[in-house]
């Protein structure tokens, strides 16, 4: 799909999902504005955008007001794991509550559309499954998450407000487990520390017995998703889930990455931390039907492109 050239924001365009973004922006001809304040994001994400013209790099923390001249931002900037959102919980939610309101001021001085990259940590521990737009959560408002799921439940408030007060061409995309290469190796997302653990032939921690469920999607599906949404018409504000449907055990995950490598790593077994989802899948019906979209990388075909990013990275 093509996509015009416009002058892009891309808030946490280091991270792992904003420097794929920023890729394909570059890559389809959009002059591109890269903010980050590398929390979790780092130069090598981007290094091989530094020389192109139409990509500028600027360090800033979004809970800070940005003066700048854009046609679209891609609000992302927030640390997603729970090691990193959990390792400073207050700034975390002032990144979500403050970053969005900073970035939707700038949406509304410049007249931009914007785009959230919200997640399904609004669902919480769902009860229902799986996990439709309409369905509106159970999340712990005091427990450990909090600080991510509801910094990201307040952020997707503030986008509606300033949709319905200030008329702002808003998107909001919910998130589900994405992987890839430019992960973090030691973030505790269970893709990348399965890879980790067993390229390093240590033992594979599950946590619980290993049959909570996840879903998920490869990074360029993803950022294809983000694409349509944010070229779709005016109307369609979201939320809009975006993720893979296909379902596994983290068990059976971790099976599949020890026979892909070879390695010679068992399993270990420890307790489920708090408010950990016993299962997540996202229902991607809208997704199919209003943006054409749903992913097309199979697991193992993902997988190998993240074991050898990980391979190369590790040697
Ligand atoms: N990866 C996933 O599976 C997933 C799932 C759901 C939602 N999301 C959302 O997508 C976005 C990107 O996630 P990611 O996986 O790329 O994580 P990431 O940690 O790799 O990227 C986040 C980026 O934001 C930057 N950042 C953090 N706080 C900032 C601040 N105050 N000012 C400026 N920059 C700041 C970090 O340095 C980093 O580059 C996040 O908003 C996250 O909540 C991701």
């Known amino acids: 799909m093509k996509y015009g050239r416009k002058r892009v924001l891309v808030t946490g365009g280091a991270g792992f999902l904003g420097s794929h973004l920023c890729d394909r922006l570059v890559a389809e001809g959009n002059d591109v504005l890269c903010v980050d304040n590398f929390y979790t994001g780092t130069k090598d994400n981007i290094a091989h955008l530094m020389g192109n013209p139409y990509f500028e790099l600027i360090r800033h923390d979004v809970t800070f007001p940005l003066y700048l001249e854009v046609d679209e931002i891609f609000n992302l900037a927030c640390p997603a794991s729970p090691v990193h959102y959990q390792r400073d919980p207050v700034q975390t939610t002032k990144t979500s509550v403050h970053g969005a309101i900073n970035m939707l001021g700038l949406a509304k001085r410049v007249k931009a559309k914007i785009f959230q990259a919200s997640t399904s940590e609004v669902y919480g521990d769902p009860e229902v499954h799986p996990q439709t737009e309409d369905y509106r959560g159970s999340v712990n408002p005091i427990g450990p998450r909090a600080c991510y799921d509801e910094g990201k439940r307040c952020a997707e408030t503030l986008f509606f407000d300033y949709w319905r007060q200030h008329a702002l061409q808003i998107r909001v995309a919910r998130i589900f487990n994405t992987y890839g290469p430019r992960m973090h190796p030691d973030d505790g997302r269970v893709v990348s520390n399965f890879i980790v653990q067993a390229l390093e032939g240590r033992d594979i921690t599950l946590y619980g017995d290993g049959s909570q469920t996840r879903s998920f999607c490869f990074v360029d599906d993803l950022i294809e998703g983000f694409l349509r949404l944010m070229a779709a018409p005016d109307e369609l504000t979201g939320p809009v889930n975006l993720g893979n449907p296909h379902e596994i055990t983290v068990r059976q995950l971790a099976e599949t990455v020890i026979a892909m490598i070879g390695s010679k790593s068992t399993l270990v077994t420890r307790p489920l931390p ?42």
């Open 274 to 315: 708090a408010d950990d989802p016993l299962q997540r899948q996202p229902n991607i019906d809208q997704a199919r039907a209003k943006l054409g979209w749903e992913p097309s990388v199979p697991l193992e075909q993902g997988l190998e492109r993240t074991i050898a990013y990980f391979r190369a990275r590790l040697s």
